[in-house]
C-alpha cells in the first residue's frame, strides 16, 4: 500500500505554503499519497490543531505519518519533533499539537534537528515535511533525531462536580457550524445552563424544531450545544472558555 501522510496546518489554500510542503515531500517520498486534514485551523491556533487531529489520527491504517504545521513559536527555542504512536507516526513541533499521541502509553519522540539552511520562518518546509518524507518512505524514528522524554502536552480542561449536583464544564472548541463542544459528558436526560439559558438535551439535530437551541453527544463522546439550521455561537454570544454547566436528572 502506498504510505499515507496527511496534513493539519493555519496555512489556508490561497498563498502557495500547503503546494510548497507537498513538493517537498512528493520530491522525496514519491509514492506517498497526501491526504490534506484541514488547511483552515485558525491562524496560530494550537488549541485548535491539537482537539481537530485527536478526531481523526487513529483512523488512519498502520504506517501512516501525520504532519501537523500550527507553529507560532517556528524559529524560537521550541523544538521539532516526531513520534511514534499506536503503529502511526506524527511529525510537528513541540507546542501541545500533538499531544493526542503523546498522551498513549508506549509514545516514543524524538527531536529533529534543524538544517542550518532552515528558513528560521518555514520549519514546516525545511523540518518538519523532510522529516514526514523520511518516516513515509520507511525510516526508523530514531534515524531522525535524539530522545526526547519530555514533549510539552496539553489536556483538554477537567469539568468539576457542584455542591448541588451540576457539573460545571466549558465550551472548548467551536466548530464551523457555530456547534459549542463542551468537556462534559452526558449520560441521562437533562440539560445545560450556557449564557444565562436552559438548553435541553435531545438524542439528534432533528429532535429540535428549526431555530430551536438543543444540547447532544456529538460524534466525538462530548456535549455539544447546536441551534437547528443555525449558529448556536452566533445566537447565544459564545466563544471558547465560555462556562458551561450541566444538569441531568436522576
Given at each position: ?5 496527511t ?14 510542503l ?7 517520498a ?13 491562524p ?9 487531529l ?8 498502520a ?24 503503529d ?7 507546542n501541545?499539537?500533538?499531544s493526542?499521541a ?22 514546516g518546509r525545511?523540518?518538519?515535511?523532510p ?9 526508523p ?18 469539568a ?40 435541553p ?11 430551536a ?22 445566537e447565544?454570544?459564545?466563544?471558547r ?10
Amino acid at each position: 500500500m502506498r504510505p499515507i501522510v496527511t496534513l493539519l496546518t493555519d496555512f489556508g489554500t490561497a498563498d502557495g505554503y500547503v503546494a510548497e510542503l507537498k513538493g517537498v515531500l512528493l520530491a522525496l517520498a514519491p509514492e506517498s499519497q497526501l491526504v490534506d486534514a484541514s488547511h483552515e485551523v485558525p491562524p496560530h491556533d494550537v488549541e485548535s490543531a491539537r482537539l481537530a487531529l485527536a478526531r481523526y489520527w487513529r483512523r488512519y491504517p498502520a504506517g501512516t505519518v501525520h504532519l501537523v504545521v500550527v507553529d507560532p513559536g517556528v524559529g524560537s527555542a521550541r523544538r521539532a519533533l516526531a513520534v511514534a504512536s499506536r503503529d502511526l507516526f506524527l511529525v510537528g513541533p513541540d507546542n501541545g499539537a500533538l499531544s493526542p499521541a503523546l498522551l498513549l502509553p508506549g509514545a516514543r519522540v524524538v527531536s529533529l534537528p534543524v538544517p542550518p539552511q532552515a528558513s528560521p520562518t518555514f520549519h514546516g518546509r525545511d523540518v518538519f515535511a523532510p522529516a514526514a518524507a523520511r518516516l513515509a518512505a520507511g525510516a526508523p524514528l530514531e534515524s531522525l533525531g535524539r530522545p526526547c522524554d519530555d514533549p510539552l502536552i496539553r489536556r483538554t480542561p477537567e469539568a468539576h462536580r457542584l455542591p448541588d449536583g451540576g457539573v460545571r464544564g466549558e465550551v472548548i472548541a467551536v466548530d464551523r457550524f457555530g456547534n459549542l463542544v463542551t468537556n462534559l459528558i452526558a449520560r441521562r436526560d437533562g440539560g445545560v445552563e450556557v449564557a444565562g439559558r436552559h438548553v435541553p438535551l435531545a438524542r439528534t439535530y432533528a429532535d429540535a424544531p428549526p431555530g430551536a437551541l438543543l444540547a447532544l453527544t456529538g460524534s466525538s463522546g462530548l456535549v455539544e450545544i447546536a441551534l437547528r439550521d443555525g449558529s448556536a455561537a452566533r445566537e447565544l454570544g459564545v466563544v471558547r472558555g465560555a462556562p458551561v454547566i450541566l444538569r441531568q436528572r436522576d
